[in-house]
């Protein structure tokens, strides 16, 4: 059994220095989960990897696993934009059976690059992200539409991921972007 442990480092890097748009790298036993925008206003979420294209969130990362856990549950429970989503968006509308399947995992097809998927399932105290697709120098990108995405409007739990991950940068981090330091005094407040 393969033990997960913590999220080596999170990274914050400006994507243009022209424009507001950060890039959000979690790196972790030499894989690398990138999360930004292109200049199309699409979110990318790019794994790069070595041999298993998979990447694990763990509760060991509180502040990044509430996150994931909050798009998770927003899309299972078909309110993807809380109580502001319109009922026929909600569960069991065809949007809702594209993406989560019967034992609750996100489908998530790329929107512009064909083949490409990410499935993202929970398990205990964790979640696990698998990419499939077309691999380029050991690296999958899947794309989120933030304008007339064919999954609307479950693309935008992941835009919210994007601006939660921006907040805990600027609530958390120190300017050295040391996320562990935030968590160990997190624990001890």
Not at 79 to 101: A, F, W
Not at 145 to 172: D, H, R, T, V, W
Request: neutral net charge.
């Amino acid at each position: 059994m393969k033990v997960v442990k913590k999220v080596d480092s999170i990274k914050l890097d400006y994507m243009d220095e022209k424009t507001e748009f950060y890039s959000f790298d979690l790196i972790d036993d030499g894989k690398t989960l990138s999360i930004h925008w292109d200049e199309n206003l699409n979110l990318h979420m790019e794994l790069k990897f070595s041999e298993e294209a998979s990447f694990f969130i763990t509760k060991q990362d509180y502040v990044i696993y509430a996150v994931f856990d909050l798009v998770y549950k927003s899309i299972v429970n078909g309110i993807p934009c809380g109580e502001y989503t319109p009922d026929k968006y909600r569960k069991d509308s065809l949007n809702y059976n594209k993406i989560v399947d019967k034992k609750k995992n996100i489908i998530w097809k790329s929107e512009d690059i064909e083949d490409n998927k990410m499935i993202m399932s929970k398990t205990n105290n964790k979640y696990e992200l698998v990419f499939i697709g077309d691999s380029k120098n050991n690296s999958i990108d899947i794309v989120f539409k933030g304008y007339n995405s064919e999954y609307y409007p479950y693309n935008s739990a992941f835009i919210i991921l994007y601006q939660k991950l921006q907040n805990i940068k600027f609530l958390c981090c120190e300017e050295n972007n040391n996320y562990k330091s935030y968590q160990y005094r997190k624990r001890i407040s």
